[in-house]
């Protein structure tokens, strides 16, 4: 009588990279070169990755607001949001602020450089949903980043939407992230506001909090505005907490507010419970979120 | 699901036969100060050695499907560049033998958030996919609550069940393959009167359990007790030594650390279970930490478990299994905890 | 070395370091030297110009200080200066160097004019009270345990020459023991520190079934208090636990605390476990 037990190959049970459903996606990574280095402030670059294999990119699709783990073997892996078009499929644009080990190591890399990129992952901003409608994106200092896949998507398909509005505060000029775009951005009929908390000698535009632009917009809007309106705030949870405040007051219903929020990650796939909020996996179930789930996340925010 | 019955004096021929495989078992750990004896799970090669008479080992049998420290991938660096290799850490199929039903439930869980969710993780299936588990009776301990939790019975997830009758066992075989593995032993169908001693082994048991966890309503209380006093007070007991989490048999939270060995030329990615309860478990780089009380990390302690994966699952994460209250230095366990939530007497304030 | 080493195409630095020690058993610079098979790859990111303990040549031009040992007398303190002055990062290496180590026992001596007497005598030599290297001068890194770990050094080493971080364990010693299914030494009728102790040592005492003495100092969050709690509801004496915080100078501000809780014991005879225990 034979008592050896038979090994089982799982992945044998998986046929094919089926993203997100099979065991062999779980630890696959795209070999993507770093193609271009951009730096943008003293402590943001702009990264353009390209994946290696041409038909994985082409392949590669995501929607605005999702994010990447992109890994560099040996110094660690982080999640990044998408910060380009998903018209470029694996053409990424990631901004990237140094802060940590990472970080501070890409701030090293040049062009040519291999990392490996893992996703797309989360949930994202449904800009379909807003055919015909005005949208207000609203940022706070690097809650850009988050935005600007949905901006690029917003000025691809302009025709689509009413009044675009852009509403951007950073501590200081300096420190503005994306300058050399506001004039197309402009061009592309979107009202882009900045502010800026501490201007200097070169500032000639507004300075204070977010809060006093989105109260003026409001204060101007034309009947009917509120209905007609989603929004989408990204920024530090002070800045977002009175954004969003002052967008319910102002009558946008709470399902059409949305907002991107930042956890710590390590895995990006609902596994190691780092980035949960209260009991809520952030990178399964957000980094979107519409903000009547926002209000029912029981952990401050 | 067949029943039969399977002379005491069988087992060891059993266990011979299965030994063409590696065999993991309770086994007698040591004695505490006390003198109670402790058990843990081990490879067992001598069926001497297996107690299958334990009350609770001191850990679970996690470590054999999630080990404490694993490697995700390895790395060869060349000049400009990298190969990356993946290995899920498991060359040869392996018998539990001697499974608890909180421990069986506990793997039953496990698998709805590591193989039954999207990302299904291949390092758990792969170990969970290659295992021959063997179930046995027991009776609780007073710190035992697995009757809250519905886990004071498995239903799925082993291949063979045992209950100790005195001389014989009264065998569930769950697995096609267990019926195999039995050919040849001298099995009987069970006569009226093992179903009276089974009957009666299980009244035992009921009478047994001290621990109680009400758990009606409880996501709701735990929501409505979101910011209740009690938390801070259980906070400031707790050390965040994260040993609940390594007892717990379904603490699944990790953490990953990246390193390059000393000559450059590889590097490693590897995962280690990390625990809510420790201090950077919410930490962001740049260094904010979005739970820096042990108060907040306690509570999520428990909203992981017994709030939030009932929303996914429909079914709580604890088993009732009582390891980590028993490990706890500073005495905090999970009956004594909810009720305390919900306003109700403490088991150890009786 | 020929060309410069990269990892990734990223230049990977490769320092200048010196071993120094001061007061210690120089036992943390000859785990350095143990384990022969990772020397020459410790040597090829760092080059060592200065190191007693191994070469008889020394060199004054280093960036990277090793420093064991704690400060016991005048003129170490006038070297440590210099060694911090000439050295961009300065490294505590082992306990000694961090807290004091066993030296600092001596502190705890009231009279220390006859701690003199009994170990030198006569012999003219100005000793003064153990201070760490934090006492004087600006640690840079921290390296804990008693001894070190050489893993731990190389992966340090590692780190500064790709420019990561160098982060330790916050968590206590009881994560690691657990992780390595050790029975918990307090089960077994033995003091231990592991739930207050900084972790990073894989628990290597409590694998033998020693109780931690505290040598990695306090973890992030540490409590003695709830220590203290559980030490007297397991029938240990506050003298205990106070032997236990005083021995490697890690926890010197808690067994002060304790001292001045154990005078008053003296004097109402019994122990507030406290901590709500």
Redesign the interface.
């Known amino acids: 009588m034979n008592h050896k037990l038979e090994f089982v190959d799982v992945l044998a049970e998986s046929h094919e990279y089926r993203p997100a459903t099979d065991l062999k996606s779980f630890e696959y990574s795209h070999a993507a070169e770093i193609t271009n280095v951009y730096p943008m402030t003293e402590h943001e670059h702009l990264y353009q990755l390209r994946i290696v294999d041409p038909e994985a990119r082409s392949r590669f699709t995501f929607r605005p607001g999702q994010f990447v783990m992109l890994e560099v073997p040996g110094i660690g892996e982080a999640p990044f949001s998408i910060s380009s078009s998903p018209s470029r499929h694996g053409d990424l644009d990631l901004c990237i602020r140094h802060v940590g080990t990472l970080t501070n190591f890409l701030a090293r890399v040049g062009r040519g450089t291999r990392v490996g990129i893992s996703g797309p992952f989360g949930t994202s901003f449904p800009v379909e949903k807003m055919y015909g409608q005005n949208i207000l994106l609203i940022a706070g200092g690097l809650g850009i980043v988050p935005l600007r896949s949905p901006i690029m998507t917003v000025l691809e398909n302009r025709s689509r939407y009413r009044k675009v509005d852009i509403i951007y505060g950073a501590r200081s000029p300096a420190e503005l992230l994306y300058t050399y775009e506001y004039e197309m951005w402009r061009k592309f009929d979107i009202n882009l506001n900045i502010i800026v908390d501490h201007p200097d000698e070169t500032w000639t535009g507004p300075s204070g909090l977010i809060t006093t632009i989105l109260d003026q917009r409001i204060a101007t809007a034309s009947e009917g505005f509120s209905g007609r309106t989603f929004a989408i705030v990204c920024g530090p949870p002070v800045m977002f907490k009175f954004v969003c405040q002052r967008l319910i007051d102002a009558g946008i219903p709470m399902q059409r507010i949305f907002v991107s929020l930042e956890r710590r990650m390590h895995c990006g796939r609902g596994k190691c419970c780092r980035c949960n909020i209260g009991s809520t996996y952030t990178c399964l179930e957000g980094p979107v979120f519409d903000y009547w789930t926002v209000m029912n996340l029981k952990e401050a925010i | 699901m067949l029943f039969k019955i399977l002379p005491k004096s069988e087992l060891a021929g059993l266990f011979a036969a299965l030994s063409e495989n590696d065999i993991i078992g309770p086994v007698h750990k040591g004695d505490n100060r006390a003198g109670t004896p402790l058990f843990d799970f081990a490879r067992v090669t001598d069926f001497d050695t297996l107690r299958l008479d334990f009350t609770s080992t001191v850990h679970s049998a996690k470590r054999f499907v999630l080990p404490y420290r694993e490697t995700l991938s390895t790395f060869r660096i060349t000049k400009d560049s990298w190969e990356k290799q993946v290995d899920f850490n498991i060359e040869r199929p392996f018998v539990l033998f001697g499974l608890h039903a909180c421990d069986i439930n506990a793997l039953n869980k496990l698998d709805k958030v590591l193989m039954g969710s999207v990302y299904p993780t291949p390092y758990y299936a792969a170990k969970r996919r290659n295992m021959f588990i063997i179930g046995i009776d027991c009776i609780p301990l007073s710190s035992c609550f697995c009757r809250s939790m519905g886990t004071d019975t498995a239903l799925t997830g082993f291949d063979l069940f045992l209950t100790d009758l005195g001389e014989r066992y009264f065998v569930e075989i769950r697995s096609a393959k267990a019926f195999q593995f039995l050919k040849g032993l001298s099995l009987s169908d069970p006569a009226d009167s093992d179903h009276d001693l089974y009957l009666d082994k299980n009244t035992a048991m009921n009478a047994a359990f001290v621990a109680h966890v009400e758990t009606s309503d409880l996501t709701k209380i735990l929501d409505l007790e979101f910011e209740s006093p009690v938390w801070k007070d259980w906070g400031a007991r707790c050390l965040s030594c994260g040993t609940c989490a390594n007892v717990c048999p379904t603490c699944y939270c990790y953490g990953v650390e990246e390193t390059v060995a000393l000559d450059l030329s590889s590097a490693r990615k590897e995962k280690q279970l990390h625990s809510c309860n420790l201090v950077d478990f919410a930490e962001v780089a740049g260094g904010h930490n979005f739970r820096p009380e042990s108060a907040s990390r306690l509570k999520y302690r428990y909203y992981h478990k017994h709030r939030g994966f009932v929303e996914a699952f429909e079914e709580s994460l604890c088993v009732g299994c009582g390891r980590c209250g028993r490990s706890c230095l500073a005495e905090i366990n999970v009956p004594d905890v909810i009720a305390s939530i919900r306003h109700e007497e403490m088991v150890s304030d009786r | 070395m020929g060309k410069e080493?990269?990892?990734?195409?990223?230049?990977?630095y490769r320092p200048r370091v010196a071993f120094f020690e001061f007061t210690s058993c120089e036992g943390c610079q000859l785990q350095i030297l143990n384990r022969e098979e990772?020397l020459l790859?410790?040597l090829?990111?760092v080059e060592i110009v200065d190191f007693r303990e191994a070469m008889t040549e020394g060199s004054d031009d280093y960036e990277i200080a090793f420093v064991e040992g704690c400060i016991s007398r005048d003129d170490e303190v006038v070297r440590l200066q210099e060694i911090r002055q000439r050295a961009k990062v300065l490294v505590a290496l082992g306990s000694c160097a961090c807290f004091g180590g066993v030296n600092q026992l001596k502190n705890r001596f009231l009279d220390q004019g006859w701690v003199h007497r009994q170990v030198y005598g006569e012999y003219p030599i100005a000793s003064l009270p153990v201070r760490s290297l934090a006492d004087i001068v600006t640690v840079d890194v921290s390296i804990f345990g008693c001894p070190i770990k050489k893993e731990e050094v190389?992966?340090i080493?590692?780190n500064i020459?790709?420019?990561?971080?160098i982060v330790h364990p916050?968590?206590?010693v009881?994560?690691e023991c657990?992780?390595n299914?050790n029975?918990?030494l307090?089960?077994?009728?033995e003091p231990c520190l592991?739930?207050?102790t900084r972790a990073g040592c894989d628990s290597w005492c409590p694998n033998n079934r020693a109780g931690c003495w505290g040598c990695r100092g306090p973890?992030?969050?540490a409590?003695p208090q709830?220590?203290k709690a559980?030490m007297v509801k397991h029938g240990f004496s506050l003298e205990t636990i106070i032997d236990r915080l005083d021995c490697f100078g890690g926890f010197v501000r808690e067994s002060a605390r304790l001292r001045d809780e154990l005078e008053n014991v003296g004097q109402t005879g019994s122990v507030d476990p406290g901590?709500?225990?």
């Not at chain 3, 080493?5 to 990977?12: D, I, N, S």
């Not at chain 3, 020459?161 to 971080?165: D, E, T, V, Y």
């Open positions: 080493k990269t990892y990734l195409g990223v230049p990977v990772s790859d410790f090829n990111l190389e992966k080493v590692t020459a790709l420019g990561k971080s916050k968590y206590p009881c994560m657990q992780a299914e029975i918990c307090f089960d077994l009728g592991g739930p207050v973890a992030d969050d409590d709830r220590l559980i901590g709500g225990i």
